[in-house]
């Protein structure tokens, strides 16, 4: 991660919590703007290419959210970002900014790999079991890795609760070599 990405994410969460902005729709607003950093390379060139004045890129910026309805201030947070000439690393700010926003309501990110597709109770089910473990909300990101046999893999920051078949099987054999 580069390492202004966490301050300029800070930064804009503090603008979104003091003007009571809603948080999602901030995140909506910055995916609208990512989509199309995204789609066009010649967006992309332009905004970041130094020979361009700052000015000229706003400019550019403020035809764009003509399209794409930025809050003035999420307008004027990229518009920060072009003349500071950060806008290269907007999708690292973006994932920061996600991050920030929630670590400050209490969300706890977590990444799910199960063996098999789950259904929705089960996910359902999982995510109840995960909030009671972190003491808070919980945003899942659900992968299928087959190689686990059976079960599910669930990390939530740095902390890892493996449940799968393969994990227990490698617990096992651990503890047949160390007895």
């Known amino acids: 991660m580069a390492s ?5 994410a800070q930064a804009l969460a503090d603008v ?9 729709e901030t995140q909506r607003q910055l995916g609208d703007f990512g989509a199309a950093w995204k789609e066009s390379r010649e ?4 905004l ?3 020979s361009f004045p700052a000015e ?11 399209k794409l309805g930025m809050s003035q201030q999420v307008r004027n947070f ?5 003349r500071n000439r950060r806008i290269a690393g907007f999708e690292e700010v973006a994932a920061e900014f996600r991050r920030e926003i929630n670590r400050r309501l209490g969300i706890f990110e977590a990444k799910v790999v199960s063996a098999r597709t789950l259904d929705e109770p089960e996910r359902r089910e999982l995510e109840q079991q995960i909030a009671s473990l972190t003491g808070g909300q919980v945003e899942a990101q659900y992968e299928v ?12 920051g740095s ?3 493996d449940g799968s078949v393969r994990g227990r099987l490698n617990r096992l054999r651990e503890e047949l070599v160390a007895g």
Do not use: C, M, W
């Open 48 to 50: 970041v290419d130094p």
């Open 16 to 24: 979104v919590f003091e003007a009571h902005l809603s948080p999602k």
């Open 145 to 156: 890795d087959s190689s686990l046999i059976g079960g599910v893999v669930v990390r939530t």
């Open 43 to 46: 967006l992309r060139e332009f």
């Open 159 to 161: 902390t890892v609760y």
């Open 56 to 66: 000229q890129k706003v400019g550019l910026l403020d035809k764009l959210n003509g």
């Open 78 to 82: 990229v518009a920060v970002l072009i």
């Open 4 to 8: 202004f990405a966490s301050r300029y």
